[in-house]
């Protein structure tokens, strides 16, 4: 199976985060799944806490190791702070930005109308996920799609305001990609450096 389709919470309590947003289970069970969870472990080496940095990312973006990998090359190659530049290309993926701009509730689900071709970017249908969006690109919601109940639900009451690189456009329900997040923008919990220093190795 190449993507995870197991229990969220069972990843949330992993991380000790709600990396999938608010986790009912994780609020109950603040402690690693398995037999061994609630007790004290040993500290973690340098090593593990590396690892433990990429696959909080890979999860957290829905994104595949090959698919993971190749964008640290690519981020590598550009100018700027590796570990920042990472965490730009993945917030510019299609699916994240959907998500991003309130059109579905969850990354998966933002992945799922893209690939149902739902979504569109300059008025054309984009059925990539993993499509790099670029600044002043036009994401918005198929004609014949935005009368989608997931869709209508997750716009309900979504603050728009609170990523600075998005611009949405209530009358159309399309959002504009102004351009590349700061990190200071980004609300991922991830230590990128740790990331980099594992791939450096």
Known sequence: MARYTGPKSKIARKFGEAIYGPDKVLSKKN??????????????????????????????YGVLEKQF????????????????????????????????????PTRAAARQLVLHRHIVVNGKVVNI????????????VREKSKSLEV??????????SKYPWIEW???????????????????????????VELYSK
């Open 31 to 60: 402690y690693p799944p398995g037999q061994h969870g609630v007790n004290k472990r040993r500290k973690t080496s340098e090593y593990g806490i590396q690892l433990r940095e990429k696959q909080k990312a890979k999860y957290t």
């Open 69 to 104: 990998r190749n964008l640290f090359e690519k981020a590598s190659r550009k100018k700027g702070i590796t570990g920042e530049v990472l965490l730009q290309l993945l917030e510019a993926r299609l699916d994240n930005v959907v998500f991003r701009l309130g059109i579905a």
């Open 129 to 140: 996920a993993s499509y790099s969006v670029k600044p002043g690109e036009v994401i918005g």
């Open 151 to 160: 869709i209508a639900d997750s716009l309900a009451g979504f603050n728009h």
């Open 169 to 195: 456009d209530e009358a159309t329900k399309s959002g504009k990609f102004l351009h590349l997040p700061e990190r200071a923008d980004i609300p991922e919990n991830i230590k990128e450096q740790a990331i």
